[in-house]
C-alpha cells in the first residue's frame, strides 16, 4: 500500500536541499535517509533521500541526484509516497493510518448513525474527520479524544461524542455576548 508521507516546498539554499512538510507520524523511519519514495507526479521520482536535518522547526531533506537550488526548486509541490504493509501498524495505540480509518462507520455514543468517513484533513492543529451521512451531505469531526471517543477496528466503528452544534447547526450555541446582540438586532 502506498500513503502520503510528505509534500515537498521550497528550496532552502543552493546545494539542492529543500522544505517538507511532514505528512506521517514517522518522519524517522519514512523519510530518513536511505529511503527510496515514489511520487506524484510520478515522472519526477522515485526520489532517493540522501540528507536530512531539522532547521529552525522544518525538515529539510536533500535528494540523490539533486545537486543544486534549480533541480530543487523543480520538485516543488512534488508529493512523498512510502510503500507501506497493508498490515503495519503504528506502534503507539492511539494513533492510526488513514487507509485504517477510511470507511469506518461513524455513530454516536448513543447508537445513532451519523455516517461514514470518507475523508481525513491532516490540518496544522488537528485532523478532520470529513463524514459522509446516509442523505449524502457532509460533516466535518474533528478527530480528538475528547469527541471521537473511540476507534472499534474490529468493528469498523468510531465512536463520536460531539459537543451540541456540531452535528446539528440547529443545535449550535452563541459563543460571545456580542454575537447574541448583533442577531437581536
Not at 510528505?6 to 518522519?27: F, N, Q, S
Not at 522515485?46 to 522547526?57: A, I, Q
Not at 530543487?72 to 480509518?101: C, G, K, M, S
Not at 481525513?120 to 471521537?148: A, C, K, N, T
Amino acid at each position: 500500500m502506498q500513503l502520503v508521507v510528505g509534500r515537498i516546498g521550497r528550496a532552502h539554499g543552493i546545494k539542492g536541499e529543500v522544505t517538507v512538510e511532514v505528512r506521517t507520524d514517522e518522519p524517522e523511519l519514512r523519510l530518513g535517509p536511505g529511503a527510496v519514495l515514489a511520487t506524484d507526479p510520478a515522472g519526477t521520482g522515485p526520489l532517493t533521500v540522501e540528507t536530512g536535518r531539522v532547521h529552525s522547526g522544518r525538515l529539510l531533506l536533500r535528494f540523490a541526484g539533486v545537486a543544486d537550488r534549480t533541480a530543487a526548486e523543480a520538485l516543488r509541490n512534488t508529493l512523498l509516497i512510502a510503500d507501506v504493509d497493508p498490515d503495519e501498524t503504528p506502534e503507539d495505540p492511539e494513533e492510526f493510518y488513514d487507509h485504517q480509518l477510511m470507511d469506518l462507520d461513524v455513530v454516536t455514543v448513543d447508537g445513532t448513525v451519523v455516517g461514514r468517513i470518507a475523508e481525513i484533513s491532516h490540518l496544522p492543529s488537528q485532523d478532520l474527520f470529513i463524514v459522509e451521512r446516509p442523505d449524502g451531505s457532509e460533516v466535518m469531526i474533528p478527530f480528538v479524544s475528547e469527541i471521537v471517543t473511540e476507534i472499534d477496528l474490529d468493528g469498523q466503528r468510531a465512536v463520536v461524542d460531539p459537543p451540541r452544534g456540531l452535528l446539528d447547526i440547529d443545535e449550535a450555541e452563541v459563543a460571545s455576548s456580542r454575537d447574541a446582540e448583533e442577531g437581536q438586532e
